[in-house]
């Protein structure tokens, strides 16, 4: 009987797995529209007193997305404003959850040293159980793709050619 030889195992790939680098913590949605008069005006007076009656623990160590879910025209320094109260988040960013999640893999992804996958064959894993944003693996790509010999998206039994260095 011919011994099993596990092919993926001996290869020379070097998996680059995005979801190692997933910041833990809560993420939380911030709609400033519940402080502007009928969600589209904001008056000064009304939206900093409504700003110092809110529940701002809920936010503490959150990774806070703010937005406003209205067509309403709001004044930058609303925004700023209203960051000043969520002081004890751990991050606050203007935008949808997936901006969060893109500015926080960014940031995470700046921090790689990318220098042991010179030369390299390099397979980008393709199946996440976290909310990996798409820009995230745009990033990924053009920090590997200058230093690589071949890179690869997906599972190493199953891979999508992406570069292969001529």
Known sequence: MEEIVNRVASSKLKTFDLEDYYPQGKRMQLDISQWLVEGFLLRESSFRES??????????????????????????????????????????????????????????????????FEGEYVIVKGCSNKPVPQNAYLLLLQRLQPIVKSLMYGEACSSVPLYKKK
Not at 79 to 96: C, E, I, N, P, S
Request: net charge negative; glycine share 4%.
């Open 51 to 116: 700003l110092k009656t809110y529940n701002w623990e809920q936010y503490d160590d959150a990774y806070v997305a703010l937005h406003c879910s209205t067509d309403a025209i709001i004044p930058g320094w609303a925004f700023m404003l209203v960051t000043t109260y969520l002081a004890q988040a751990r991050k606050v960013v203007k935008g949808t959850l997936e901006d969060l999640e893109t500015i926080l893999f960014t940031e995470q992804l700046n921090t790689v040293d990318y220098s042991k």
